[in-house]
């Protein structure tokens, strides 16, 4: 059971701003650790996007953006391409499951 | 190029056992910390164990704790994961995934994935 809630799905039309949310709880983002996001095109294996809350790995266009407060973290498009249409996943970590936690995944739908 | 082929995925009865394999290549594999991820068909993604770079730390999930067992050879620049007790619900993609050097925990650099279906 994931304990990062995202909303199932966001949609937008070509040029447009869409935001993602990634709730989680205060012992996962409110205690202190970063959240990061993965972008998974249909049958792909997923790919860093954003890391350290705010973070491009090199390559990622500065499109998306990254952005974490309290106990939750957002992700944003902004100038939505057809190509952006995939399922994006927060993940973090949970110190009682030493282990990571993954969000319950947002799908991107481009109008 | 930096690179993570998973194998040794497929159709096994409950119960039964599997073997995953993941071979490295690209990168210096032995200082690397290492995941599987797994993704059930329709579903998101589930962190499934880690192991430290020289293999002396190890966490599983909850979910696989007791039947599964993460393994590396550095020497062969490999990562395994060994399932035993397979059930329904393990059917899924299982990947490998690289851990990025040093906090934030995240994961840089993942395979294309192996499937495994438990199904009688």
């Known amino acids: 059971q994931s304990v990062l809630t995202q909303p199932p799905s966001v949609s937008g039309a070509p040029g447009q701003r869409v935001t993602i949310s990634c709730t989680g709880s205060?012992?996962?983002?409110?205690?202190?650790?970063?959240v990061h996001w993965y972008q998974q095109l249909p049958g792909t294996a997923p790919k860093l996007l954003i890391y350290g809350n705010s973070n491009r790995p090199s390559g990622v266009p500065d499109r998306f953006s990254g952005s974490k407060s309290g106990t939750s973290a957002s992700l944003a498009i902004t100038g939505l391409q057809a190509e952006d249409e995939a399922d994006y996943y927060c993940q973090s970590y949970d110190s009682s499951l030493s282990g990571y936690v993954f969000g319950t995944g947002t799908k991107v739908t481009v109008l | 190029d930096v690179q993570l082929v998973e194998s040794g995925g497929g159709l096994v009865q409950p119960g039964g056992s599997l073997r995953l394999s993941c071979a490295a290549s690209g990168f210096t594999f032995s200082g690397y910390e290492m995941n599987w991820v797994r993704q059930a068909p329709g579903e998101g993604l589930e962190w499934v164990s880690y192991?430290?770079?020289?293999?002396?730390?190890?966490y599983y999930a909850d979910s696989v704790k007791g039947r599964f067992t993460i393994s590396r050879d550095n020497a062969k620049n490999s990562l395994y994961l060994q399932m035993n007790s397979l059930r329904a619900e393990d059917t899924a993609v299982y990947y490998c995934?690289?851990?990025?050097?040093?906090?934030?925990?995240?994961?840089?650099?993942w395979g294309k994935g192996t499937t495994v279906t438990v199904s009688s």
């Open positions: 205060s012992s996962i983002i409110g205690a202190g650790y970063d």
């Open positions: 995934a690289r851990e990025a050097a040093g906090p934030p925990y995240y994961m840089d650099v």
């Open positions: 192991i430290f770079s020289s293999g002396n730390t190890i």
